[in-house]
């Protein structure tokens, strides 16, 4: 199977959290004794937030296992859910480019805006559902820096492109436009310019 760069930049991510979370369990395991009741607290709340960011990232790669089996086949679906995933961890973190540009590539190699704008307003067969990831869109946070910023409102737009009614003719143009809109967030959070 060929490598997918975006479940690639996922899974970084959640290595990321792992080694993160198992860093500050074993803060909490290893504090001397006599540590004072605060700090043994602060210690708790780190190493339960860490945990917190794991549960997250190893969610964020359940759509891409079927059965126990990972799929990496080319789904539109499955595309736009690891690009806002990235893209919300680009808003993030300190570095956001590796993400952000992970992203944005995944974006435009659809080079069919149009394709995309029907992927993202209908995740079922014959039905309307909501995309799992539409809730991440809600607690969306980091630094105010312009990349990050840039890489959150490319999750926003994103989300705005999902929800858009599937009309007609016009609701299709204007969802791909804001697919276009999204990819040029998801360049400039990766330092491409917009």
Aim: net charge negative.
């Amino acid at each position: 199977m060929a490598p997918d760069p975006v479940y690639d930049r996922l899974e970084e991510a959640y290595q990321d959290a792992e080694a993160l979370s198992y860093a500050a369990w074993e803060r909490l395991d290893n504090a001397p004794k006599g540590t004072p009741p605060a700090v043994m607290r602060q210690l708790r709340a780190d190493a339960e937030r860490r945990a917190a960011d794991l549960k997250a990232a190893r969610a964020e790669l359940e759509p891409y296992w079927i059965d126990g089996e990972l799929h990496l086949y080319d789904s539109d679906n499955l595309r736009i859910h690891g690009v806002v995933v990235l893209l919300a961890h680009a808003g993030r973190v300190a570095d956001p480019a590796p993400f952000a540009q992970t992203a944005a590539d995944a974006l435009c190699s659809a080079n069919d805006w149009l394709w995309l704008s029907d992927a993202i307003r209908n995740y079922g067969s014959g039905r309307r559902r909501e995309p799992v990831w539409l809730p991440l869109i809600s607690a969306l946070d980091g630094p105010d820096a312009p990349q990050q910023a840039s890489a959150r409102e490319a999750c926003r737009t994103l989300a705005k492109a999902a929800k858009m009614p599937c009309d007609g003719d016009e609701d299709w143009t204007a969802c791909a436009d804001l697919i276009e809109e999204a990819a040029a967030l998801a360049r400039a959070a990766a330092g491409n310019g917009s």
